[in-house]
Every structure is written in C-alpha cells, then in structure tokens.
C-alpha cells in the first residue's frame, strides 16, 4: 500500500510469539461493491463531492451547498461518496467538502477532504452513523473473535495486522471492496488537518527540525518499533494463512518493502480510532468518516462511539452549516499530536514535558533512599511532568526527591527512615545546591535546541515556512515556553533563600536530570 493516510493510537512493539494461532479455514469474504438504488438513500451524488442529508420526497431536497473548493478533476470518477452510499450508509447532517492543500508537491497534491456540518448542528446532535458493516476492525479482518484476541495478547500489534490487510486489499486493485476507502485514505496519505505527515515519513533532515526536542528520539524509537512489527508480518502470514489464500501474493515482506509497510502503518496510526466499551477485537477501528475526515482537538469532548451495530458521532457544540467537525483526540500531548497525527494544537490541556530524575545507583546508600522515595510515592527513576502554568508546583515536588540525592551521612539516613513521612533536612545550603543544579540542567536543555524562542516566534510571525517546519517550530516553541518558565520558577526559589546563600559542591552522588 504505497500510502495510506491520516490520524490514535501508539506503536505497539511485537513480541515472542510462544502459541500457533489457527483460523478458520474459509474466513468470511466481504461483498464486492455493488451499487444499490440510489431513491432509497439520502445522499448527494458523488461528483458533487457532499455527503448530504436531504428531505424523503425530492420537492423537499434542499440544494447541495457549494463546496469549500471546486470539484477536483477526479471527482467525477472518485466513487468514495457513492461506495459509502451504495454500501448502505443512513443519511446524516453533514457534507463532506475539500480543502486545498500547500503545494509540497510540485502542485500534484489534490484536495483533501473533510467532514462539515451540512445543516445548524446543536449539542447532542447525531452527526452521522456509521454500520460495521463499513468499519475495519481485527474481527472483521480476521473473522474470528478469540483469533483476533489471541494475536493482541501474544503483543502482535493491531496497527501492523490492519495495515498489512489494507495493503494486501489494495494489491486487489478495484476487486476489493474497501477500493473506495483505500483510495480515499491514498489521498490523504497519512497527512493529519494540518496537511503535515507524521515525523515518520520526514527526511533526515526535516528531522533536523526537531534538533533539542525529546520527540526526535521517540521518532527513532518509534520508526524501530515499526520494523520489528515488520519483521513478524512472516509469522503473521504463516500462523494466519487462511486469512490470506484469498490473495495470490507473496508472504508479507517479500510483497511490500519495508518503507511501504511503514507508509501503511503510519497511515493507519493516523487515523485509527479507539473505540470503548467493546471487546478487545473491536477497540482499534478504522471508520469512513471518522479521521482523517473529522478533525482532531484536545479540548473537545465529542468522540465516535459504537452503539450495536453501528458507530456513531454525536456533536458535544452547535455548528453551522458548513464548518468543520471535529472530535476529541484523547488526553495526548503535543509532542503525541505531532508523531501521530503531525499536527500541534496551541489549547491543548493536556499538553506537558517530562524531567526525568534518577537516583544514583553508585551511592552506597542507594537502596535506603530508593525505599524512601518509595514510602514517598516516587521511584528509583521518576518523571515529573511539567504542565502549562503549574512550573512552581513542578519545582516544588522534585525538591524533596533531589534532596535524597545530597544526603551523605548514614546517621541522617537512618534517622529519615525511622521517620514517617517526607523528612530530608533543609537547610539553605543544601537548598542552594539542588536548585542550582536544576537551574543548570534547565538552562542546558533549552541551549540543545539550536534557535531561541525569540527566533521561533519571529518566524512563526513571518508566515513563510514550509508546513513541516511550521509545525516543527510550533511544538519546540510550546516546549520552551515551559521550560522556560520552569526556569523562572527554579529562580523565585531561589530569590527566597537567606541572603548570601552559597551553594556548596556538588554531591558525589546527586540524582540525574534528562
């Protein structure tokens, strides 16, 4: 599948497989598309690229609202509106529009589509339902229940087996009967609202773009996980072999190279839903509809839930007619926003950055503060989250930690762990040193990115970069704003100490700050 496209869930890393998962010898074949009459449906025709609710009778039909863009060139033969039409789709309130996109590519780039409200939406509203007999999940993929469960518990990632039969359908060309949907999602190819792929896909240097940000380690981290899943498509292949005799193909990694498997898994990354409150072969789904249709937004509450046999959105605001619908992403970060969707969002609550502290493992004392921190709530190695507006909270939860770190007497060791409770001395001296060392692990983060925050708002101001760098410059910026901040914080505290503090020497054995 040489790219799927758009937007939740994380990369699952595949483990040893220890059991042969057999499945039924003739699983279930989906239906070739096959058009119904379109009188009993209430939904505008394709070319006209809306996916309209409209009256029973036709005297009563409104008209379709002009779309955001013209119709493409390939509207008229891109059967995505008709393939959700004919497969028996209920009518709804919304329109599916098209936006333009930056020219990344020379101008080859189409438009991409969208849902929005097609009438006034008020909260509560059903927006739209969708059957399952139009949602791709790993019991529909597998045929079977307990297979599908079997291949989660044995950490065969749900990502890597939808996209590997998404890839496979697409080797059946205009045969499958996902050809619409794969189509459709071909267009996007793993592009999030912002029209930006997943750092995934970014060249060596876009990567460069993340210099100082923890995220361009996780994107190695996660473009590694990605292939170890690769490398376990063969067992997949062989312990699920009826599944895929209906395809006359290579087993996996010799059909598809990797940089294509990743495509395809980023793709479905991209635009993956969480469903609740179903059973474990139901929860990851791929919905026509939902992303990367549907917009994503922290601070949204409207979710695609499933409700018997279909799944459906129900609006959590008013809209009107022609706006973007949007739905709730989870409680992510930006840095998560950017990876799996490449998008970042400026209100985002749940945004935060992490300080990770560790004890020293050399210190002869090691375990005794290890069980204290414990007693505390706290590990041998704990992150503390630094979230927007709570920096002086942050500092004043790692002060206690830090303080193990600069206790060197056994005396004074023992004396805290016959006391309950958080009980390191303070004194202003040794309060001078731990603040200075976080005040200096603070500053040497914010040096590791290789523009100022001064800079990256001059150029977010100038309105000329190029979408990846945009959104690149956007989450380094979010992140050092926190920072920053953090180190205003670490600072006031130290204001507040007696005059002429001075801190003393290191600690030998002082916790680690990355």
């Not at 438009?111 to 139009?134: I, K, N, T, W």
């Not at 990502?159 to 060309?173: F, P, V």
């Not at 376990?232 to 395809?247: K, V």
């Not at 800079?455 to 100038?462: G, S, T």
């Amino acid at each position: 599948m040489a790219s799927v496209s758009p937007a939740a869930a994380a990369a699952a890393v595949s483990g040893p497989h220890h059991s042969r998962l057999l499945l039924p010898s003739s699983p279930r074949r989906f239906p070739r598309y096959r058009p119904r009459p379109r009188a009993r449906l209430r939904l505008a025709a394709c070319h006209a690229d809306t996916l309209l609710s409209s009256s029973s009778s036709p005297s009563e039909a409104r008209a379709p609202p002009a779309p955001a863009v013209g119709p493409s060139a390939e509207s008229a033969t891109d059967c995505f509106v008709d393939w959700l039409r004919a497969s028996g789709l209920p009518g709804g309130k919304v329109d599916i529009r098209e936006r333009p996109v930056p020219c990344l590519r020379e101008g080859k780039d189409l438009p991409l589509r969208y849902v929005a409200a097609g009438d006034d939406l008020q909260a509560g509203d059903v927006a739209f339902e969708v059957p399952m007999s139009l949602v791709v999940t790993l019991e529909r993929v597998l045929g079977d229940e307990s297979v599908a469960e079997l291949l989660t518990n044995n950490k065969l990632s749900e990502l890597a087996c939808l996209a590997l039969y998404l890839m496979y359908e697409k080797k059946q060309g205009k045969d499958s009967f996902w050809y619409p949907y794969i189509k459709e999602l071909d267009r996007h190819r793993g592009r999030g609202q912002l029209a930006v792929e997943s750092p995934l896909l970014w060249t060596e240097s876009e990567l460069d773009y993340l210099n100082g940000s923890p995220l361009k380690d996780e994107v190695i981290a996660r473009d590694e996980a990605i292939r170890r899943e690769y490398n376990e498509l063969d067992m997949l292949w062989f312990m699920a072999g009826s599944l895929f005799q209906q395809y006359p193909f290579d087993i996996p990694t010799e059909a598809f190279p990797f940089e294509i498997f990743k495509q395809a898994f980023v793709a479905v990354q991209s635009c993956v839903v969480h469903l609740q409150k179903v059973s474990l072969a139901r929860r990851f789904a791929l919905v026509p509809l939902g992303p990367p249709l549907l917009a994503y937004k922290s601070n949204c509450k409207a979710m695609l839930t499933a409700d018997g046999n279909s799944v459906r959105l129900v609006v959590d605001r008013p809209y009107k007619a022609g706006e973007p619908v949007i739905v709730w992403c989870g409680p992510q970060t930006n840095s998560r926003l950017v990876l799996n969707y490449g998008f970042v969002d400026e209100d985002n609550p749940f945004d935060r950055i992490s300080i990770e502290a560790s004890l020293n493992t050399e210190d002869p004392q090691y375990q005794e503060k290890r069980m204290v921190a414990q007693r505390n709530g706290k590990l041998a190695i704990q992150n503390f989250n630094l979230f927007v507006g709570k920096e002086k909270q942050t500092v004043a939860e790692m002060l206690p930690y830090l303080r193990l770190g600069y206790i060197s007497d056994p005396d004074e060791m023992q004396f805290i762990l016959s006391s309950e409770g958080d009980t390191c001395p303070v004194s202003p001296c040794t309060e001078r040193a731990v603040l200075d060392q976080l005040v200096g692990y603070l500053e040497l983060r914010l040096a590791g990115y290789p523009t100022t925050l001064d800079q990256d708002e001059a150029m977010l101001a100038d309105g000329s970069l190029e979408p990846k760098k945009e959104v690149a410059t956007r989450l380094v910026r979010l992140e050092k704003k926190m920072l920053h901040a953090c180190l205003q914080a670490a600072n006031e505290f130290i204001n507040d100490l007696p005059d002429h503090t001075v801190s003393p020497c290191p600690a030998p054995y002082a916790p680690e700050l990355k």
